[in-house]
C-alpha cells in the first residue's frame, strides 16, 4: 500500500459470504456467526447484490416475539413488524443495497457509511456484480503505515513537490503516525497549506507543524 489517495480496491475483502433470495432466516444467522460479520449481501442470477441483511434486519424477530405493539407502535414500526414475520432473505433484505464502486476513495466510503448508518458495504462494479466487500474495520488499514512509509510520502508529495527551492531545509518526522515538520520554506505558500496537505496523506493520524517562512529576498535594483 503505497501512495494517496488509497481506494476501496486497496482494502476491500474479495472473498465474500453471501445468500440468495431464499435462504432461510436460520441459515442467515448460522452464517452471520460461523463468519463473524455483521451483514450478507443477498445476490440473484451471476451474483447481482439486489439487497444485504444485517442484524439489525433479523433482530425484530427476537424484539417482537413477545409483545402486542398499541397501534401508534405499529404505525410507526411497520416495517420493523414486517420483518418480524419474515422468514427468508428476500423478506428481511433491505433493499436496494448501499453499494460502492472499488475506485471509490476510502474517504468517500467513509461518508457513505456514515450518512447512510452502515458497517459494510458490498463492492460492485458497473453492472452491479459483486466483486467484493468493505467494512469499517477496512477503511482503517491505512492506519497501519509504518511510520517510514509515511515520512517518505510526506516528503516527497508534499514538501519536496511544494518546495522544491527549500525543501532541504524541511524535517519531516513521523511518530506512531503523527508527522512533525519543523525548519523554514519559501514565502511562495502558506505553511497552512502544507499543513493540510501533508494531513491528508491517507495513514496520518496528526501533524505538528513547526515550519517558519523565509522573508522574500528584495530584488536588486
Known sequence: MHGS????????THTVVTVGRDATFKDIVKLIQQWKVSALPVLEGEGRVIGVVSEADLLPKEEFRD???????????????????AL???????APAVTVHDDATLAEAARIMALRKVKRLPVVNDMGMLEGVVSRADLL???LRD??????????????????DSADHVRVEVD????????????????SVVERLARAVEGVVDVRCRLATAPARSEPR
Open 88 to 94: 427468508t432473505a428476500e423478506e428481511l433484505m433491505s
Open 141 to 143: 488499514k491505512v492506519f
Open 67 to 85: 409483545s402486542d405493539p398499541d397501534r401508534r407502535t405499529q404505525m410507526r414500526r411497520l416495517p420493523d413488524l414486517a420483518k418480524a414475520g
Open 176 to 191: 506512531k503516525g503523527v508527522v512533525t515538520l519543523t525548519g523554514w520554506v519559501d514565502g511562495t505558500l502558506p505553511v
Open 5 to 12: 489517495p488509497h481506494i476501496v480496491s486497496d482494502v476491500m
Open 147 to 164: 511510520d517510514e512509509e509515511l515520512t517518505e510520502e510526506v516528503r516527497l508529495e508534499v514538501v519536496d513537490h511544494l518546495f522544491p
